[in-house]
């Protein structure tokens, strides 16, 4: 009886201490504009398997991330951004990527952001 009970609390303490090291949080900066470009880029870190939670402040330029560490990594993530038009420090979006984006969210062109003043434009439409 003393033995099984010393297995089974190997096995609960080893199935513990694995599960709590899937999930990481992260944090780094994209660069971006407005309300579209936050859309654009959370729906870029999301469609990354392993991505659980994205959120991308317009005035800090951080995205912020839950992911599961062992289906991907910041490079993949950045890889995913970079692809729809969005720099990281690390990645650059191709001029091809970048010149997808609608004209407003063009960032490289001058650094302020202007969601509100997007946002307000686009719902007057």
């Known amino acids: 009886m003393k ?14 201490g694995t599960a709590q090291d899937k999930n990481k949080k992260m944090a780094f ?13 959370e729906k870029a870190a999301l469609g990354v ?3 659980k939670y994205a959120s991308w402040d317009i005035p800090t330029h ?3 991330l839950v992911i599961d560490e062992r289906k ?21 979006a191709t001029q091809e990527a970048y010149d997808a984006v ?13 969601g509100a003043t997007h946002t307000k434009n686009h719902n007057e439409q």
């Open 62 to 64: 951080q995205l912020s």
């Open 72 to 92: 991907t990594n910041s490079m993949q993530i950045k890889s995913a951004i970079a692809e729809v038009g969005h720099d990281s420090k690390e990645l650059k």
């Open 102 to 114: 609608h004209p407003c969210c063009k960032y490289r062109e001058d650094n302020t952001d202007d």
């Open 49 to 51: 398997a392993g991505v």
């Open 3 to 16: 033995r099984i009970l010393t297995v089974l609390i190997i096995i609960l303490v080893s199935a513990t």
């Open 29 to 41: 900066e994209v660069n971006g504009k407005c309300e579209m470009c936050k859309m654009r880029i």
